[in-house]
């Protein structure tokens, strides 16, 4: 008898709505395993006791961001004091594993995840609860053996249209992918480094087809998740393919009626690039969709650090994105980082000065603190830091709500992630 254990926490749900729905339709009963969902350290390790006195074998799997680190790193070492007879096997994934996977290994993990972990986990499952293999030979697997290990190599990009972005089955829902990869390569994020620059799309058949499910069971509000909402249906996402994004949102507008939903577009949990904010893709919005708001990404206010950053757009284009938004009774929520690798003092000024020109204007800045991450060209940049011409800024406009963000969590973060896990990594 084996149990298949997930700690399913809020910030990584997303991510593992998607492996649960890569793997719902296995035959645990044929495998004689049984699932169980813990949200809590409290509740994963009394629930994780139990199991161990019951079960012959118990999997847990853990996929954590690196802000996550030091809570995972004391959970592991909780979970390892309970362990009877080997019978715990420890499987770790998402950003933070792929980075940095030895490192995440010799946490106290036995087998880490890397890259897009679909397919991987459901072939991994199959051979080690349905076989008893115990060390299967699957590319994007991670582990030692007889203190050799395999080399780290993440799995391939997987075609997200034929995998499920959330499990009904075990009721394991919410916003739904709609697209995955990103063409640009900004130096502070992640996203490119872990899904590949090569944008895949799921088809509207198959969104309408999850989105439909969803309303059934009651869900009346659809969310999206992508990197940028308006390159659905671009073949480089870098362009706008108006036609595919117009098709997409009519079909879902012509199914939520019928249910009484609502759609959120280019809002959280996505955003939109400000080169793709026009007044084609804001009518859609304002047409088809309920939000009030659009999420628009422009990280600084220096045409230099644009570059130095490969944002790939200039200010003009975030100007124009938040004229085009506010013009159309939408607000524009504008995503700032603060305290960029290679900043200067007139950078930081011509940063303050564009967020009071947006302010102005009605926009809402959305207030980020610069944190190192690894698998990124930043991931030794120092922490970033809050200049007082922006702490002034943000104090003034603050009490208006036209600043909002959690800045000052993210800034402490930082700082730990470049000390205690950063520094010394190659």
């Not at 994780?48 to 074998?57: I, T």
């Not at 007082?388 to 730990?416: C, H």
């Amino acid at each position: 008898m084996k149990a298949l254990v997930f700690y399913y926490k809020r910030e990584n749900r997303y991510s593992l709505n998607a492996l649960l729905g890569a793997i719902e339709d296995l035959p645990y009963e044929d495998y004689q395993t049984s699932l169980y969902f813990f949200s809590n350290p409290e509740e994963l390790l009394k629930g994780l006791s139990a199991l161990l006195e019951n079960y012959d074998r118990v999997l847990l799997l853990v996929s954590f961001l690196t802000p996550q680190y030091w809570e995972i790193k004391s959970l592991l070492n909780k979970v390892k004091t309970l362990d009877l007879k080997s019978k715990l096997i420890i499987l770790g994934g998402g950003p933070h594993a792929t980075a940095l996977p030895r490192e995440t290994l010799a946490l106290g993990f036995d087998y880490i995840f890397l890259g897009e972990a679909e397919e991987t986990l459901r072939t991994f499952l199959e051979e080690y609860i349905g076989k008893d293999n115990q060390y299967p030979t699957i590319k994007g697997i991670y582990y030692l053996k007889d203190r050799d290990s395999c080399a780290p190599v993440k799995a391939d990009p997987v075609d997200i249209n034929e995998w499920a972005p959330l499990s009904l089955k075990f009721n394991k829902i919410g916003p739904l992918e709609i697209t995955r990869g990103c063409p640009f390569l900004c130096k502070y994020c992640q996203t490119p480094r872990l899904f590949g620059r090569k944008v895949r799309h799921r088809s509207i058949e198959k969104i309408l087809s999850y989105a439909q499910a969803l309303l059934e069971r009651g869900i009346k509000d659809l969310r999206f998740i992508t990197p940028n909402a308006f390159s659905y249906g671009s073949k480089d996402g870098k362009t706008v393919n108006i036609e595919e994004l117009r098709l997409l949102l009519k079909d879902l507008h012509t199914l939520v009626r019928y249910f009484g939903g609502r759609i959120f577009f280019g809002t959280f949990p996505s955003e939109v690039r400000p080169e793709h904010v026009s007044e084609e893709t804001v009518a859609l919005i304002k047409t088809y969709c309920h939000n009030d708001n659009l999420v628009i990404g422009a990280q600084t206010g220096s045409e230099r650090m644009l570059t130095s950053i490969q944002r790939g757009h200039t200010l003009e284009e975030v100007r124009r994105a938040v004229k085009l938004t506010i013009k159309a009774g939408l607000k524009a929520k504008v995503d700032f980082i603060f305290g960029l690798p290679g900043e200067t003092e007139e950078d930081i000024r011509a940063t303050v000065a564009f967020m009071e020109e947006l302010v102005r204007l009605g926009a809402i800045i959305h207030a980020h603190s610069f944190m190192p991450l690894p698998q990124t060209p930043f991931k030794k940049a120092p922490a970033g830091k809050i200049k007082p011409e922006v702490l002034q800024f943000i104090k003034k406009f603050l009490p208006k709500g036209q600043v909002f963000g959690v800045w000052e969590q993210q800034a402490k973060l930082a700082e730990r992630i470049e000390k205690e896990i950063l520094k010394g990594i190659s």
